[in-house]
T-cell receptor
Framework: NAGVTQTPKFQVLKTGQSMTLQCAQDMNHEYMSWYRQDPGMGLRLIHYSVGAGITDQGEVPNGYNVSRSTTEDFPLRLLSAAPSQTSVYFC????????????FGPGTRLTVL | GEDVEQSLFLSVREGDSSVINCTYTDSSSTYLYWYKQEPGAGLQLLTYIFSNMDMKQDQRLTVLLNKKDKHLSLRIADTQTGDSAIYFCAESESSGSARQLTFGSGTQLTVLP
């Protein structure tokens, strides 16, 4: 199993550009999430999904869109990038049972100029 | 809302014990976790404890939970240079939703030779 994979590893955008961060998992996990990690602030939940076709907002959803057309994939879209979105983005997945071990991807480091 | 707090930095000498502390506010927390993040990587679950336990030991790791004071600690015995990483405390309620995992800001552990 590859686990949770994310592409790209690094990205530089100009303000106003759009892009999609890709996330895929091969563990047949129901739950998938996107977090952003900023210095001194831990991980903050952006959006999450409890299954194909179902998504919901997390703590910091503004400026981001998600969709979940398959169990495996959960892309995160930035429609019009802003410098405040400079961060490291992590995708995670977990099974639907009660215990909440999340499996994390390696992260995407995004810089918005 | 839920809040999880940790000190940002800890330095120890190789071979000493490290103690990383965490406090949380949500009295309905059912599961408490320690995740480890090595440089340039995603988070990996290190250990966890259920709220009805006071202590859990796993090789060099000891987790102590004081539910009355809402205080969680992670002790690493015989700390090695490979233990240098960021350690995140996290808590969740019992329903298992992806939304309900709250992370602290992370403690950067530096192990000095």
């Amino acid at each position: 199993n590859a686990g949770v994979t994310q592409t790209p590893k690094f990205q530089v955008l100009k303000t106003g550009q759009s892009m999609t961060l890709q996330c895929a998992q091969d563990m047949n996990h129901e739950y998938m999430s996107w977090y952003r990690q900023d210095p001194g602030m831990g991980l903050r939940l952006i959006h999450y999904s409890v299954g194909a076709g179902i998504t919901d907002q997390g703590e910091v959803p503004n400026g981001y869109n998600v969709s979940r057309s398959t169990t495996e994939d959960f892309p995160l879209r930035l429609l019009s990038a802003a410098p405040s979105q400079t961060s490291v983005y992590f995708c995670a997945s977990k099974t639907g049972n009660t215990f909440n071990e999340q499996f994390f991807g390696p992260g995407t480091r995004l810089t918005v100029l | 809302g839920e809040d999880v707090e940790q000190s940002l930095f800890l330095s120890v000498r190789e071979g000493d014990s490290s103690v990383i502390n965490c406090t949380y506010t949500d009295s309905s927390s059912t599961y408490l976790y320690w995740y480890k993040q090595e440089p340039g990587a995603g988070l990996q679950l290190l250990t966890y404890i259920f709220s009805n336990m006071d202590m859990k030991q796993d090789q060099r790791l000891t987790v102590l939970l004081n539910k009355k004071d809402k205080h969680l600690s992670l002790r690493i015995a015989d700390t090695q240079t490979g233990d240098s990483a960021i350690y995140f405390c996290a808590e969740s309620e019992s329903s298992g939703s992806a939304r309900q995992l709250t992370f602290g800001s992370g403690t950067q552990l530096t192990v000095l030779p």
